[in-house]
């Protein structure tokens, strides 16, 4: 499994990004899919994750009410809406797979199989 994130940019505050992410796989309905941050210095933290049909999300209360997940099987891309950025979400942004739990919404980190090598987003103030 391959994936590729991308979208990344740097922006002022307020203004918006949309990430995808492009899942070499099969079956992309079959992966439960999720976004993490990290920005520098700082551990890498959950962001937003959905299930395999797109049915659930869940997303960090940090970026409740502004960021959006969302995915399109037909064409193996993940998203995230990002809008308001704040400086405080500048961070690289990595989406990860689980092919074990399709239908969880997965937050913690441990639990997924693969990774991207993450896009740079820069919010300035």
């Known amino acids: 499994v391959q994936l590729q994130a991308f979208g990344g940019g740097v922006v002022q505050a307020g203004y918006y990004l949309r990430l995808s992410c492009r899942a070499f796989?099969?079956?992309?309905?079959?992966?439960?899919m999720g976004w993490f941050r990290q920005a520098p210095g700082k551990e890498r933290e959950f962001v937003a994750a959905i299930t395999g049909s797109g049915g659930r999300t869940v997303v960090a209360d940090s970026v409740k009410g502004r960021f959006t997940i969302s995915r399109d099987n037909a064409k193996n891309v993940l998203y995230l809406q990002m809008n308001s950025l704040k400086p405080e979400d500048t961070a690289v942004y990595y989406c990860a797979a689980d092919e074990r739990f399709d239908s969880k919404v997965i937050v913690s980190m441990v639990e997924y199989d693969y990774w991207g090598l993450g896009t740079q987003v820069t919010v300035s103030s």
């Open positions: 796989v099969r079956t992309f309905s079959l992966y439960a």
